[in-house]
């Protein structure tokens, strides 16, 4: 959009959330609410993004990035003196400026987008965005006139009672004429009971000088909710998943619990593709088409291939092939990749390892720092020993080899193409390849041992 810009309210240090993180960067469906609203805004094409930085600035900057332009409000002394910390950025500028808090992780880019063609269509110096809420108990009323623009916007202490029985309330984002917006700020008063200066005075000033003023109202309340603290950001989080969940089931995934199914809003899923009750996928995460994803499985930053089934599992910042089954109960941890058609069963953990095509890693096994081959067999109970006390070491098992059941491969160490390991054996030299490695005590039976012991009792 030519001519428009976007001012990102962040500042506030949020005491009603009792915690050390700062408000904004509490998380609704793993990312930060400021971010939400950051890549929301992104969407309406505006020319400049400016985020009003406070308390935790740099976390707010680092978790944006270059989504924004930024602005320190050094002493948070209301909204609208947080706005006029964007001058030096915006104001003289011809155009229109939008006004969002960091706070409101729901409010849509389409309803954005409504808010700021109402705004034009309405040739208004001002355009406030309004909702109707059931219970506006605690918001300020919008007042309209005969004509059904904004008369006044009363807030709930000072509104008289058939005031506050009007349901349509200020949601507190808004679309301003820039430059009209930025002198009106000049006139601001700290004139009130907290000695702030707030961003709705903006409005009254521009009534007074015969601007017009209006009101778009949003359909959708709880897009409009500010999240001031924990019961809030429950309320966004529930509402946000429902979203997703939706969003995903009308794309062709089966979601079978979306009220226990947490996705991340950066998460993409392949058609058919099942999700199974009580599953959590976090961060970037894509799933292929036609998976299944069944009941306790983690997912987090990973990719997963298509037609692969993740069994009450967790993997973390790792790469699965297609035609693939992991689980049940499987750990792969960061820096995994899996080929195509592998195997991990039951109780195996994989490290920063690569398992190449068709190998299986079948049950309660430890593979770690690890090249694995193609069409490799590691039995039960196997384990890399890749750590000495002080460095880790790589083990490398090549293609079509066979390690038996409860062998340690001690790092470094080279095992063949084609090889095989004995059952029981700890790996300490490299294996040529097509050879059988033996590496166990010879086994000696003594006879009537038991019997002399009995004797002794």
């Known amino acids: 959009m030519t001519n428009t810009y976007a001012v990102i309210l962040a500042a506030g240090q949020g005491t009603r959330m009792k915690s050390k993180l700062y408000k904004v960067l509490h998380p609704v469906c793993g990312m930060p609410m400021v971010e939400h609203v950051a890549n929301n805004v992104q969407q309406l094409g505006v020319e400049k993004i400016v985020t009003i930085v406070g308390h935790g600035a740099e976390k707010v900057q680092q978790q944006l990035g270059g989504k924004s332009e930024y602005a320190l409000q050094e002493e948070q002394l209301g909204t609208a003196h947080a706005v006029q910390q964007a001058a030096s950025m915006i104001e003289g500028l011809p155009g229109t400026t939008l006004v969002v808090c ?8 389409e309803t954005m987008e409504a808010l700021l063609s109402h705004h034009a269509e309405t040739t208004a110096k001002a355009t406030i965005l309004t909702a109707i809420a059931e219970n506006p108990t605690g918001y300020g009323r919008i007042l309209r006139d005969e004509t059904g623009g904004v008369s006044k916007i009363v807030e709930q202490k000072d509104a008289s009672a058939e005031e506050q029985s009007v349901k349509e309330i200020n949601t507190g984002t808004y679309c301003f004429d820039n430059e009209a917006l930025f002198e009106a700020l000049k006139h601001v008063s700290n004139n009130n009971a907290q000695g702030e200066y707030y961003l709705p005075d903006v409005i009254e000033i521009l009534q007074k000088q015969g601007e017009v003023v209006a009101a778009y109202a949003t359909d959708s309340f709880e897009e409009t909710l500010g999240v001031n603290d924990r019961v809030a950001l429950s309320q966004a989080e529930g509402i946000m998943r429902s979203r997703i969940a939706e969003k995903h089931m009308r794309a062709g995934v089966t979601i079978i619990d979306p009220a226990t199914a947490y996705i991340s809003a950066e998460a993409v899923i392949g058609a058919d593709t099942i999700i199974q009750p009580n599953v959590t996928i976090e961060g ?28 009450s599992s967790h993997v973390y910042d790792s790469k699965v092939g297609e035609d693939t089954a992991v689980g049940p109960f499987a750990h792969l941890r960061p820096e995994t990749e899996l080929g195509n058609e592998v195997k991990i069963g039951n109780f195996v953990e994989v490290k920063k390892s690569t398992v190449g095509n068709g190998s299986k890693v079948s049950h309660l096994s430890y593979i770690g720092d690890a090249s694995v081959g193609t069409n ?3 039995g039960c109970g196997s384990i890399t020993v890749n750590y000495d006390g002080k460095n880790k070491h790589l083990t490398t098992i090549e293609d079509d080899s066979f390690i038996g059941c409860n062998s340690n491969l001690v790092a470094p160490v080279t095992v063949g193409k084609g090889s095989f390991i004995a059952a029981g054996s ?32």
């Open 102 to 109: 960091g706070d409101t992780p729901l409010i849509r880019p």
């Open 284 to 311: 970037n995460s894509v799933i292929g088409e036609d998976c299944v994803i069944t009941s306790n499985t983690h997912i987090s930053n990973s990719t997963i291939g298509s037609r692969t089934e993740i069994r």
């Open 376 to 378: 490799v067999n590691i």
């Open 426 to 457: 700890t790996i300490s030299k490299d294996v040529p390849a097509d050879s059988l490695a033996i590496a166990r005590a010879r086994q000696e039976n003594k006879e009537g041992y038991v019997s002399k012991l009995n004797l002794k009792k």
